[in-house]
């Protein structure tokens, strides 16, 4: 058996397309109507089709649970950032915060209020703490990983 991808419920397809592109850069693989697959793996199944697909009334799929996320990590997370802040109508779980290791993620709502979190690439921190003057044992107990780690990002 193998583990092929997500699949996330949502209320408006076009509306969700744009949006994981706009934001995200996903684009679309597959586009079967009520069914799409976007790059990274993720697929969109609209609503109507779901609830049907489950056996399931309209009011017994429930959006905005907190209870899982989508996670993606970004290169250039200062950059990310900033087109976050020119996005209109964004809805934040919370702002960027800093990890205890040192990673800086932010956290958001999609249209249907699946959260989305985007975190600083790892390699990325790891580099951020050596130009900022850490050494490389420095930069492994800062976050809490292997020397060995730090090395395979230089």
């Known amino acids: 058996m193998k583990f092929l991808n997500p699949m996330i419920v949502v209320s408006n397809m076009e509306k969700s397309k744009r949006f994981y592109y706009e ?13 799409v697959t976007l790059t990274g793996g993720i697929a969109l199944q609209t609503k109507d089709t779901w609830s049907t697909f489950i056996h399931k009334d309209d009011n017994e799929i429930a959006f905005g649970g907190n209870a899982s996320e989508l996670y993606f990590e970004e290169d ?5 950032i ?9 809805n934040y779980v919370h702002g960027v915060v800093e990890h205890s290791w040192g990673q800086r993620v932010i956290r958001f709502y999609d249209p249907n209020k699946h959260i989305i979190e985007v ?7 790891v580099r951020r703490f050596l130009n900022d003057g850490l050494s490389i044992e420095e930069t492994a107990a800062r976050m809490d990983v292997s020397v060995d780690y730090v090395k395979s990002c230089i």
């Open 23 to 35: 934001v995200l850069g996903l684009e679309v693989i597959v586009d079967f109507g009520a069914n």
């Open 76 to 80: 250039d997370f200062d950059g990310f």
């Open 82 to 90: 900033k087109k976050l802040n020119d996005t209109k109508d964004l």
């Open 119 to 125: 975190g600083e690439n790892m390699v990325m921190v």
